[in-house]
């Protein structure tokens, strides 16, 4: 069984004690960032590197592209797409056009992703904006109305799915309140929890058949007061598994991400005991590594069950033309 992780490497290329690694560790997948992204054939040698190292084929890759300002393929190799709230703009006008441009707009980045290896996606993004918050959600919402988000988190998630790349909705139960940057402290959300069901978790509700989900570092004290939601067993079994009731692989967020205090072995180990699926550390660290592994564990018989029944949703041959999306899709955004 493979290790209950998704990790990341340094560079453009594999280190001999990366490859090592890799293969002594066994991750279930792996995540790509700029830092690794140069070139396409260079990318695609990346890709099949990492899967020689796991002895999997069709092992993860994830990447974050989202558009707008969270895009890891970037100008002059790879077109940039639109901020989410570019489509939630469009939607003001013709809801339909919008979810429209949104699916096509996803289906090219699936296949844009394909032809590079990459399999998995950090999106769509469906946390609900809400006015006064902090802007690390902001353009990269659809919008703060929580059906518009749920309407084109949909659109954005069928279109990945179309085109043979799994989507990860996030940041669940909703991270648009949050008033501080989760990168670099954690925030703390005081909304009432019926304002809760009524807003943020509005589109994870209506996305719950999703296959994968990503965790938000935030503390929600109408739910847990002592706990983030990535660590808070409250939190997933009430609220994620149940309120929501997503039913999918639950990933965490980065795990060396500031808000989360404590070792990196106790965070993965914590994760995985709240009931997360597989824990994400994303900065390609060895040392960091290396203790997120010690703490991890096999993927359980539940994780590899959620796992494999998410492959089944995925169109296993998308025929699209990638030009021919591409010029539907401007027509549609102009």
């Not at 648009?176 to 304002?195: I, M, Q």
């Amino acid at each position: 069984m493979p290790l209950a992780a998704i990790l990341g490497c340094a560079g453009p290329e594999l280190t001999a004690a990366e490859r090592a690694f890799f293969k002594a560790t066994d991750p279930l997948g792996f995540i790509v960032f700029a830092r690794n992204l140069i070139e396409p054939e260079q990318v695609r040698r990346l890709t099949r590197d990492l899967r020689d190292c796991v002895g999997r084929p069709d092992a993860p890759i994830l990447i974050d592209q989202e558009g707008g300002r969270v895009a890891r393929l970037k100008a002059p190799h790879w077109r940039h797409p639109p901020a989410a709230d570019r489509f939630g703009a469009i939607a003001a006008q013709d809801r339909a056009r919008a979810a429209q441009a949104v699916r096509l707009n996803h289906e090219l980045m699936a296949g844009e992703m394909l032809e590079l290896g990459i399999n998995v996606d950090c999106a769509p993004l469906v946390d609900v904006r809400a006015v006064g918050a902090h802007d690390i959600i902001g353009d990269r919402a659809f919008g703060t109305d929580p059906f518009l988000v749920a309407d084109l988190g949909r659109a954005a998630a069928e279109g990945l799915l179309a085109g043979g790349v799994m989507p990860i909705i996030k940041h669940i139960p909703g991270h648009g309140r949050s008033a501080v940057d989760s990168h670099f402290e954690l925030p703390r959300v005081d909304t009432d929890f019926d304002t809760l069901v009524d807003t943020d978790f509005v589109p994870f509700r209506a996305l719950h058949d999703i296959p994968w989900a990503m965790t938000a570092h935030i503390v929600y004290t109408a739910l847990d007061p002592a706990q983030p939601a990535t660590l808070s067993p409250t939190v997933i079994a009430e609220i994620i598994r149940g309120e929501i009731g997503f039913a999918g692989l639950l990933l965490s967020d980065d795990l060396s991400m500031k808000a989360l205090k404590g070792g990196l072995d106790e965070l993965a180990q914590s994760s995985l005991e709240a009931g997360c699926d597989v824990v994400l550390h994303c900065n390609g660290d060895m040392a960091e590594m290396e203790l997120v592994v010690r703490g991890a564990k096999p993927l359980s018989a539940v994780g590899l069950a959620r796992y494999e029944q998410g492959q089944k949703r995925l169109n296993a041959e998308p025929d699209f033309d990638l030009a021919d999306l591409a010029e539907e899709l401007s027509a549609l955004m102009a």
